[in-house]
């Protein structure tokens, strides 16, 4: 056999070495290594010179070349011998003979002989000899199609250098390291490659490891024409076993959610509206008809209905359509059915398929009108019974949260009773805000559509004129309280004392301090974020309160929104149009009142829980379980009760919360995830891949008008109403908004929300200020720059930018 081997030749490891057969399989498989030729390691032997040399150097170009080793124990799947033998690079045609006979003596050295008596103990032998045309690289370095350290195979490792990747793999200098997965991450600020290159490398690297059935170890460089493969290896270290094959789809989605659960949200929050999502969904499917054996056999999608990611609560959505295919009705209209999950991205075929019967034909179309028929009467009389069952329910909340236990007394386990009884009273029979808040939905959807066939937008603006500005909605009550603390503040000239002494301030005026105090007795338990028991209520901090008096003062009054009764014969001089539009507005109206009522008596209910689980860390604390009562947020539900009831599995909360916290401090300094994130496989740790904010420039955007008036004036994007402020007549942009933002509410000219609907909160705050409100306006708060100039225009839902500042 000749002395040199061309590429295409060098397929024996016997012959041409490991790291040539490799380079040989990689040329025959796709890929392009630099051309190369082989010259045996048995030519080196007599020390004459090499025959055909010049020729073989020829056919590869001018040169300079790379001069390297192909052992044939090198780049085995047992041993790689990296960094053993010498690599010569940059070398001439003149010096190529001489180059070759020093790699091939390096076989020689006692580096490798130490080497190959630990790893192998076989004996010293000089190497085959790669000539390989030079690459006149920008960058290059290594990759590895599984991480060798943490010895998963779901990631690639890549490490970069600028110029020649010898430095690197030697160990002169430092790569710039990255880790790909769904999603390239660079250790460092990247400084030689970019995002789409590292995700080409790991490709590159993830190709080569399927030509050779096993996790590869890659050398690789980028020149002027591209990215080229220099070598691959196996991998040697230790890994962990490929995992089987899991396609199953999991979707978590915030764009609903994030309005209840904002932010960072803690363990114990999380578990539980985990807990309370679970018992009422149950409850909701089987107020529709579905059997209790159904919901049973189900009980794995109601306890799995939200998901936890970085730190934020998500849908996750498979489920909820999962429970959405169980209803009445399903078969006959999925299309329309579907659009009740509320969400901008349509479920993914896959899923819809996959999930829930067929579409009805034949006599299963008859068994299920049956089946929606019986839900339909269900409801109706659920309409029916619907005062008793509120009765009823007020009546068990006022027994509940009115008891008399006194939280500041009680002992864990009375604690975790009390909790308990919490549970199975008001959590696990949350059936008038259930039935209420659906009989809303379609009184309000079937009124709101009536209005429009018959009177067209004039019917449009006639609902949104009624149904909203109720004085017996207990969310606008705060307002209107507000307006009056402020006119007596700015009466008795507190606006001074208020702003510097707090409540202290209020000592020298009692008719004040009786209104404040009777608004914290009431109002005590809403705040910013409510839904969140971590969060401090006006109870723990009224600083937010008596800025919104501060604020109300400073202001003057307001006019409020007067609802004039409408003209209705000359609206529908059809006398039965008439009875029918004024009954079912009527009946809405109750719907819409009740809704937000009873949504009040559940920031009692979280607010009461909130206390309870205090309560709770206050005594851990004081037996030395956690260092601080508040660090109870950091635990399960589970955890909490179980530590208290006998059930739970670790005595060391401590560790249990240094754990907790640590997470989520590294997740709080980490941007929000995406909206959306599509997963395969176990869902316990989602990956996702960063987007950037798309740019909008447009000057005018519309989006739901919900309180009619024009201003134009300065926006201010507030995301945090505890720790920002508005300046009296400014415009308040917002990505949503609760009961606690009621100080900046009280300075605004106009609210523009990202979320919300004619229900939500800001709106109905906005119509009893009597401002301009718009919501549902996606992206404002990147949209909008904060301090440039706005005009809002709430009855018909347009926002138009001018790009400056006034």
Not at 195 to 215: K, N, S, T, W, Y
Request: net charge negative; proline share 6%; glycine share 8%.
């Amino acid at each position: 056999m000749p002395f040199i081997v061309p590429q295409d030749q060098a397929q024996r490891v016997e012959d041409v070495g490991g790291k040539a057969a490799a380079l040989s399989h990689l040329a025959q498989n796709g890929f392009a290594p630099p051309a190369f030729f082989v010259i045996r390691a048995d030519a080196f032997n007599t020390g004459a010179p090499l025959i055909g040399l010049s020729d073989a150097l020829a056919q590869l170009g001018a040169g300079p070349f790379a001069v390297r080793s192909s052992a044939r124990q090198e780049d085995g799947a047992a041993h790689s011998h990296a960094g053993q033998f010498d690599t010569l690079l940059n070398v001439p045609s003149e010096d190529v003979e001489a180059a070759a006979r020093r790699v091939w003596k390096s076989g020689f050295s006692d580096t490798v002989a130490t080497y190959r008596a630990l790893k192998s103990q076989a004996g010293a032998e000089g190497p085959a000899v790669i000539v390989q045309r030079m690459i006149a690289a920008r960058a290059a370095g290594v990759a590895f199609s599984a991480d060798p350290v943490s010895g998963r195979r779901d990631r690639v490792v890549v490490s970069a250098i600028a110029g020649l990747g010898e430095r690197l793999v030697s160990g002169e200098e430092d790569g710039e390291d990255w880790t790909i997965g769904p999603s390239a991450i660079c250790a460092t600020e990247p400084a030689v490659l970019n995002e789409a290159q590292a995700h080409q490398i790991a490709a590159l690297a993830r190709r080569a490891e399927e030509v050779f059935g096993a996790p590869q170890d890659i050398e690789w460089a980028i020149d002027d024409s591209g990215l080229h493969i220099l070598q691959s290896r196996p991998i040697t270290t230790p890994l962990l076993p490929l995992p089987n094959d899991d396609n199953t789809l999991t979707i978590f989605d915030n764009s609903n959610i994030v309005e209840s659960y904002p932010g960072m949200v803690s363990p114990l929050t999380y578990s539980f509206a985990v807990h309370v999502y679970a018992r009422v969904y149950r409850a909701f499917v089987a107020l529709l008809g579905v059997p209790a054996s159904t919901i049973a056999a189900h009980s794995a999608v109601f306890g799995n209905m939200l998901g936890r990611v970085d730190g934020r609560v998500y849908y996750n959505l498979v489920n909820w359509y999962r429970a959405l295919a169980l209803l009445p009705g399903f078969s006959l209209n999925r299309a329309y059915m579907e659009t009740m999950m509320g969400v901008d991205t349509p479920m993914p075929r896959d899923v819809t398929d996959s999930i829930g019967p067929p579409p009805a034909t034949g006599s299963a179309r008859i068994v299920e009108y049956l089946r929606l028929t019986r839900a339909g009467m269900g409801l109706v009389w659920q309409a029916i019974l619907l005062p008793r069952t509120r009765r009823r329910f007020y009546a068990r909340l006022n027994t509940a949260l009115d008891s008399g236990f006194d939280v500041s007394r009680a002992g864990p386990t009375a604690l975790a009773a009390e909790y308990r009884k919490i549970e199975s009273t008001l959590l696990d029979r949350w059936d008038a805000p259930l039935v209420n808040d659906f009989l809303c939905m379609i009184a309000f959807g079937a009124s709101r559509n009536l209005l429009e066939k018959w009177l067209g937008p004039e019917g449009l603006t006639l609902h949104n004129d009624v149904m909203i500005g109720q004085g017996d909605i207990i969310s606008a009550e705060p307002a209107q309280r507000i307006l009056k603390m402020g006119q007596i503040a700015k009466a008795a000239g507190l606006d001074a004392a208020l702003k510097v002494d707090g409540m202290a301030g209020l000592d020298a005026h009692p008719e004040l301090r009786r209104e404040v105090e009777s608004y914290l007795e009431k109002f005590g338990d809403r705040c910013t974020e409510e839904l969140k028991l971590e969060s401090l209520t006006l109870r723990d901090d009224p600083s937010s309160l008596l800025a919104a008096i501060l604020a109300s003062a400073q202001r003057g009054a307001s006019k409020t929104h007067n609802v004039q009764d409408p003209d209705w014969p000359a609206l529908f001089p059809n006398p039965f149009k008439r009875a029918v539009a004024k009954a079912i507005i009527s009946w809405t109206k109750s719907r819409v009142r009740d809704r937000e009522n009873l949504r009040f008596e559940r920031t009692r209910v979280f607010g009461y829980a909130r206390r309870v689980f205090l309560g709770l860390g206050r005594e851990f604390a004081a037996r030395g379980l956690l260092d601080a009562p508040r660090d109870v947020f950091c635990l399960t539900t589970s955890e909490i009760l179980g530590a208290v009831e006998g059930y739970g599995l670790s005595g060391d909360l401590k560790a249990l919360v240094a754990l907790r916290k640590a997470e989520d401090s590294a997740a709080a300094n980490r941007p929000d995830p995406p909206e959306r994130i599509e997963l395969r496989g176990p869902a316990i740790a989602p990956v996702w891949a960063e987007t950037p904010d798309a740019q909008d420039d447009a000057t005018r955007r519309s989006a739901t008008g919900c309180s009619a008036g024009r201003v134009t004036a300065v926006a201010r994007v507030i995301r945090d109403p505890r720790t920002q402020s508005l300046a009296a007549g400014e415009i308040l942009v917002a990505r949503h908004t609760d009961p606690g933002w009621i100080a900046v509410f009280s300075n605004a000219s106009a609210i523009v929300v990202e979320r919300g609907s004619l229900l939500s909160h800001s709106a109905i705050v906005a119509r009893e200020l009597g401002i301009p409100c718009v919501v549902g306006l996606k992206g404002a708060t990147q949209w909008i720059a904060d301090g440039e100039t706005l005009t809002v225009d709430g009855a018909t839902g347009e926002v138009e930018r001018h790009f400056g500042k006034l």
